[in-house]
């Protein structure tokens, strides 16, 4: 049996009792978090509630192979990640992987950055398609948000942007709130269509998930070289505002 699991968005207390108990049952767990991390607990944390050790897997691990499902043939193999499971795409490959091979697969859900954007008052109805912006490299400057924020802007839809993380063997790096508004007025500069300026109004999140997340709300100019402490970052772009949006942010973001 292959059991997915999240482990929700900042410590080890927004694990869920169903996958505690599947924890203590399992023959073998494993965790991944370069797709995702929680900021707010470590991996022996983590290790002391469950009561058993935990394998960290990186992303050469789950991508070019299916350990993890074949595995899963002759045990009950347990993948733990940060947020809900089944929000990556390389979670999805490994369920369909395992479906195929007549293994069978329980999911359990769990708190998601998707769903606790909410903690703003933003309505999630009103949310488009999701951007992630990444670490701009020598070769390597996708316009992507842009494109997405754009087409969002245009329907009157509110952007989420997923800011990148480096967590691998020997890297542990996440992208700040200020180098994502950076990285966007850097493609306004060379696209020039308008999309994004100084005085573009932004929503930053900071510990999402924690008991004192952080919410705050106003220009980029503002925003951009303000400090939201420590990690995870994610950044909203919002569209057209409902009058209780608006007052809602009012009362539930630093408003600058």
């Given at each position: 049996?292959?059991?997915?699991?999240?482990?929700?968005?900042?410590?080890?207390?927004?694990?869920?009792?169903?996958?505690?108990?599947?924890?203590?049952?399992?023959?073998?767990?494993?965790?991944?978090?370069?797709?995702?991390?929680?900021?707010?607990?470590?991996?022996?944390?983590?290790?002391?509630?469950?009561?058993?050790?935990?394998?960290?897997?990186?992303?050469?691990?789950?991508?070019?192979?299916?350990?993890?499902?074949?595995?899963?043939?002759?045990?009950?193999?347990?993948?733990?990640?940060?947020?809900?499971?089944?929000?990556?795409?390389?979670?999805?490959?490994?369920?369909?992987?395992?479906?195929?091979?007549?293994?069978?697969?329980?999911?359990?859900?769990?708190?998601?950055?998707?769903?606790?954007v909410s903690i703003t008052g933003l309505q999630i109805y009103k949310f488009g398609k999701t951007a992630?912006?990444?670490?701009?490299?020598?070769?390597?400057?996708?316009?992507?948000?842009?494109?997405?924020?754009?087409?969002?802007?245009?329907?009157?839809?509110?952007?989420?942007?997923?800011?990148?993380?480096?967590?691998?063997?020997?890297?542990?790096?996440?992208?700040?709130?200020?180098?994502?508004?950076?990285?966007?007025?850097?493609?306004?500069?060379?696209?020039?269509?308008?999309?994004?300026?100084?005085?573009?109004?932004?929503?930053?999140?900071?510990?999402?998930?924690?008991?004192?997340?952080?919410?705050?709300?106003?220009?980029?100019?503002?925003?951009?070289?303000?400090?939201?402490?420590?990690?995870?970052?994610?950044?909203?772009?919002?569209?057209?505002?409902?009058?209780?949006?608006?007052?809602?942010?009012?009362?539930?973001?630093?408003?600058?």
């Open positions: 049996m292959l059991i997915l699991a999240g482990l929700g968005l900042y410590d080890e207390q927004d694990m869920t009792l169903k996958t505690l108990n599947f924890a203590k049952k399992a023959d073998k767990i494993y965790a991944e978090f370069y797709t995702s991390i929680l900021t707010g607990t470590s991996i022996e944390k983590i290790e002391e509630v469950i009561g058993k050790k935990i394998e960290i897997l990186y992303r050469e691990d789950i991508e070019n192979s299916y350990k993890v499902v074949e595995e899963a043939k002759e045990k009950d193999v347990m993948l733990l990640t940060a947020g809900d499971p089944m929000v990556a795409t390389t979670h999805i490959d490994l369920v369909i992987e395992a479906k195929k091979r007549g293994i069978k697969v329980i999911i359990i859900n769990a708190p998601s950055i998707y769903s606790a992630s912006i990444v670490f701009p490299e020598k070769n390597y400057f996708p316009e992507t948000p842009y494109n997405v924020i754009k087409e969002n802007l245009e329907r009157g839809l509110h952007t989420l942007c997923l800011l990148d993380i480096r967590v691998e063997k020997n890297e542990k790096k996440f992208m700040t709130a200020n180098e994502a508004l950076k990285v966007l007025l850097e493609i306004e500069k060379k696209r020039k269509e308008g999309v994004i300026n100084l005085d573009t109004k932004a929503i930053v999140l900071a510990r999402v998930g924690s008991l004192e997340p952080l919410i705050v709300y106003g220009k980029i100019r503002d925003l951009i070289d303000y400090n939201f402490g420590k990690p995870l970052h994610s950044l909203i772009i919002p569209g057209k505002l409902h009058f209780m949006e608006e007052e809602a942010l009012k009362y539930l973001a630093i408003n600058l």
